[in-house]
């Protein structure tokens, strides 16, 4: 079993930023982040491999989110720059059952068996 915490999310205006943080009590690898607005479905929005350069980005949020590990605290964080309305939802983390070279980074909500409770994330125009 594999616990994860979300932390950091809150309301900002456009323009602004935020910082989650993902705390996993496994390592701190093939961890993907996604989100969901109310009404829709849960998409993808970035997600790291076996290695922490191996890192995949949802298209509307390239270029404005980071994702980056640190081992050390078993935490990957996701950095929100210029985060418009349409990034508000709430915010999960989560894991697959096996992280090996398989991880796929672009594999959708079905592949991860840990799911953390989500932070959520409100932008205002």
């Known amino acids: 079993q594999v616990l994860l915490q979300e932390s950091g999310g809150g309301s900002v205006q456009a323009g602004g930023s935020l910082r989650l943080s993902c705390t996993t009590s496994g390592n701190a690898q093939c961890l993907g982040w996604f989100r969901q607005a109310p009404g829709k479905e849960r998409e993808g929005v970035a997600s ?16 404005r989110f980071t994702i980056s590990v640190d081992d ?26 096996v992280c090996n070279s398989n991880y796929n980074l672009w594999a959708g909500p079905g592949a991860y068996r840990y799911w953390g409770q989500g932070t959520p994330v409100t932008v205002s125009a």
């Open 48 to 63: 790291v491999g076996q290695r922490p350069e191996w890192t995949r980005y949802e298209a509307s949020v390239k270029g």
């Open 72 to 97: 050390a605290k078993n935490t990957v964080y996701l950095q929100m720059n210029d985060l418009k309305p349409a990034d508000s939802g709430v915010y999960y983390c989560a894991q697959p059952a």
